[in-house]
T-cell receptor, first 115, second 114 residues
Framework: NAGVTQTPKFRVLKTGQSMTLLCAQDMNHEYMYWYRQDPGMGLRLIHYSVGEGTTAKGEVPDGYNVSRLKKQNFLLGLESAAPSQTSVYFC??????????????FGSGTQLSVL | AQSVTQLDSQVPVFEEAPVELRCNYS??????LFWYVQYPNQGLQLLLK??????LVKGINGFEAEFNKSQTSFHLRKPSVHISDTAEYFC????????????FGSGTRLSIRP
C-alpha cells in the first residue's frame, strides 16, 4: 500500500517554462488537495477536488491549473512558471470527512525552484 | 471564510518542561480542528483531531488539545517535552461554509533545549 505518491521529488525550471506535478493515491479517497509550503507561511491551499471530474480553487490558485480525470490521480500544472512559485508542493488525500478515521495523507513533497 | 491563526511562530522550551502551542480559528459554525506535525525533512502527520464530543482530545506522543468554542481556540499542550518533539506544528480547520477545504495556520516551530 503506497499511500500518496508525488512525482517528481525535485525540479528546477526557468521562468516561463511549464510543468505538471503528479499525485497518485491508492486508498480510493474522494478528496484530494494541493498545498504549497513556504517559510513562515505554513501550508496554503492551491486547489482541491471532491471527486473525479471536479476541481475547486483554494486560497492561492493563480498561476496554477489542476485536473482530476481519474479518481486516483490529481495533477497540478504550471503553465508559465514564475520565481514566486518556488516552493515545496504537497499533495494530500483525505479519508471520509467527519468520520473517526478522518485525516489527511500527505505525499513526500516536490521541491520546485524557478530561476 | 475559515482562517487559522497560530500566535507564535517559534516556541523555545527546555527539555521536560511543559509547552502550549496556541491556535485560534474563525468560523461561526461547526468545525473540525486538527493538529499536524512535521519533523525535520519529513512530511506531515496527524497528531490529533476534534470532530465532536469531548472537548479534550488526546493524540499521539503525549500531546492533547482542548476545543474551546467560546474562545474559538484549539491550543495544543504537552506536560513534559522531549528532544524528539522538535518539529513544526500546524493547526488546521475544516467545516462551516467550506467544509471541503482544510485550511492550515502558519505553523509554530518548537525547539527543545537540553
Amino acid at each position: 500500500n503506497a499511500g500518496v505518491t508525488q512525482t517528481p521529488k525535485f525540479r528546477v525550471l526557468k521562468t516561463g517554462q511549464s510543468m505538471t506535478l503528479l499525485c497518485a493515491q491508492d486508498m480510493n479517497h474522494e478528496y484530494m488537495y494541493w498545498y504549497r509550503q513556504d517559510p513562515g507561511m505554513g501550508l496554503r491551499l492551491i486547489h482541491y477536488s471532491v471527486g473525479e471530474g471536479t476541481t475547486a480553487k483554494g486560497e492561492v490558485p493563480d498561476g496554477y491549473n489542476v485536473s482530476r480525470l481519474k479518481k486516483q490521480n490529481f495533477l497540478l500544472g504550471l503553465e508559465s512558471a514564475a520565481p514566486s512559485q518556488t516552493s515545496v508542493y504537497f499533495c494530500a488525500s483525505r479519508s471520509t470527512p467527519g468520520r473517526a478515521v478522518e485525516k489527511l495523507f500527505f505525499g513526500s513533497g516536490t521541491q520546485l525552484s524557478v530561476l | 471564510a475559515q482562517s487559522v491563526t497560530q500566535l507564535d511562530s517559534q516556541v523555545p522550551v527546555f527539555e521536560e518542561a511543559p509547552v502550549e502551542l496556541r491556535c485560534n480559528y474563525s468560523s461561526s459554525v461547526s468545525v473540525y480542528l486538527f493538529w499536524y506535525v512535521q519533523y525535520p525533512n519529513q512530511g506531515l502527520q496527524l497528531l490529533l483531531k476534534y470532530l465532536s464530543g469531548s472537548t479534550l482530545v488526546k493524540g499521539i506522543n503525549g500531546f492533547e488539545a482542548e476545543f474551546n468554542k467560546s474562545q474559538t481556540s484549539f491550543h495544543l499542550r504537552k506536560p513534559s517535552v522531549h528532544i524528539s518533539d522538535t518539529a513544526e506544528y500546524f493547526c488546521a480547520v475544516s467545516g462551516g461554509s467550506s467544509a471541503s477545504k482544510i485550511i492550515f495556520g502558519s505553523g509554530t516551530r518548537l525547539s527543545i533545549r537540553p
